[in-house]
């Protein structure tokens, strides 16, 4: 673990950064959009208008933090579910997987006590309760149910587009996408985690301690499942990196294959004639 810490201090610093901000950015825009005193409430009276803009709103945020420096060096994982299923997948070292996740809890911490620090009172409004995530009126089972199904669709994406080459540098513009979509819809059933550090800070500073084994529980299930779907329709070897964004000058610290896709990109992109006369060439003597 020392070495580990000493190697790899700046990927475990960059996941809690980047939790942090996330989850300044909902505490902000939470109070914007959900705190009877602010003018957006006034001018938008309808819930399920703000809901949709807060959607957009957390949407480019995590669109931001992936594509951001530190996102990608630590591979914007930003949640352990995310990290335990890569490390499921091969690509992540056990005490990488154990610092990211710790790492990920204190960043969340720290940015809901920074948030609160800033924005006071307003972020511990009944109304907003420091966006905590709690089951909506369908109930609790609800509530589990759709956090295992958001999360099997958020990593089964996930999968998917970072490991084809033509897709892999929009990875970052999909989970943006499926966050603002999965906000505007599905919050009303189960406050939209799909991350146990997220809700874990969330419910610190709000005391909602009861629902927190949902948040615990159903993300992993849910990205593991995927993960099982996953490498058993392409195979474990199709998985190559557990990057959100690798598309980028820094350094990667997990089990890493991405220059095998990228070649094979750019393999690709060829021209047919070429790449018909390059096992002739190879076979050439001098």
């Not at 159903?218 to 964004?245: D, I, N, Q, S, T």
Request: proline share 7%; hydrophobic share 55%.
């Amino acid at each position: 673990m020392r070495a580990a810490l000493r190697a790899h201090w700046p990927e475990y610093l960059a996941e809690a950064a980047g939790l942090a901000l996330f989850m300044v950015s909902a505490c902000a825009f939470g109070a914007l959009f959900g705190h009877p005193g602010s003018p957006v409430v006034g001018f938008l009276p309808d819930p399920t208008v703000r809901r949709v803009l807060m959607g957009l709103a957390m949407g480019l945020t995590a669109i931001g933090l992936i594509l951001s420096p530190w996102g990608q060096r630590s591979g914007a994982h930003f949640n352990p579910a995310t990290t335990l299923t890569f490390w499921r997948l091969g690509k992540v070292a056990a005490v990488d997987a154990g610092l990211y996740a710790l790492f990920q809890a204190a960043g969340g911490l720290a940015g809901v006590l920074a948030a609160a620090l800033v924005l006071g009172d307003a972020v511990g409004h009944p109304a907003v309760r420091y966006v905590a995530t709690v089951p909506g009126g369908a109930g609790t089972a609800a509530a589990f149910l759709a956090e295992a199904v958001i999360t099997f669709l958020l990593m089964g994406v996930v999968l998917r587009a970072s490991n084809t080459p033509g897709l892999a540098r929009f990875t970052p513009l999909f989970v943006g996408a499926l966050v603002a979509t999965y906000i505007g819809v599905e919050a009303p059933v189960s406050g939209m985690s799909m991350n146990p550090a997220r809700s874990l800070a969330s419910a610190a500073f709000a005391g909602a301690w009861a629902p927190l084994w949902i948040y615990f529980l159903a993300p992993p299930v849910g990205m593991l499942l995927a993960a099982e779907v996953y490498v058993r329709r392409h195979g474990r070897v199709r998985v190559f990196c557990a990057k959100l964004h690798h598309d980028n000058g820094q350094r990667c610290i997990f089990r890493c294959r991405y220059g095998e896709m990228a070649a094979s990109r750019a393999r690709a992109r060829r021209p047919r004639a070429a790449v018909a006369l390059e096992p002739r060439l190879k076979g050439a003597r001098p």
